[in-house]
């Protein structure tokens, strides 16, 4: 983070107020365990990297997709709709 890197050159509560961030809020967000939705997307995203290195980086998001449903036997989340 951002506010971490800094932190020793300028202090937190200084970075906050110019970022218009409380304080509170920083921290909240520093110890809070990682979301489900973020845990997902890193477990879905070592997946598709593994799936793409193991065909020799040639594979696209069709054919990882399909590589994925097939050894799986299930289907990847759909994206989210930005509808």
């Given at each position: 983070?951002?506010?971490?890197?800094?932190?020793?050159?300028?202090?937190?509560?200084?970075?906050?107020?110019?970022?218009?961030?409380?304080?509170?809020?920083?921290?909240?967000?520093?110890?809070?365990?990682?979301?489900?939705?973020?845990?997902?997307?890193?477990?879905?995203?070592?997946?598709?990297?593994?799936?793409?290195?193991?065909?020799?980086?040639?594979?696209?998001?069709r054919?990882?997709?399909?590589?994925?449903?097939?050894?799986?036997?299930?289907?990847?989340?759909?994206?989210?709709?930005?509808?």
């Amino acid at each position: 983070m951002f506010i971490d890197e800094k932190k020793s050159e300028f202090g937190v509560e200084p970075i906050c107020r110019e970022l218009q961030v409380a304080p509170s809020s920083y921290y909240a967000a520093k110890f809070r365990p990682p979301s489900k939705r973020s845990v997902s997307d890193a477990v879905t995203a070592a997946r598709i990297h593994a799936v793409h290195k193991d065909n020799f980086g040639v594979y696209g998001a069709r054919k990882v997709h399909a590589c994925n449903s097939a050894a799986t036997g299930t289907r990847w989340p759909a994206a989210p709709s930005n509808a």
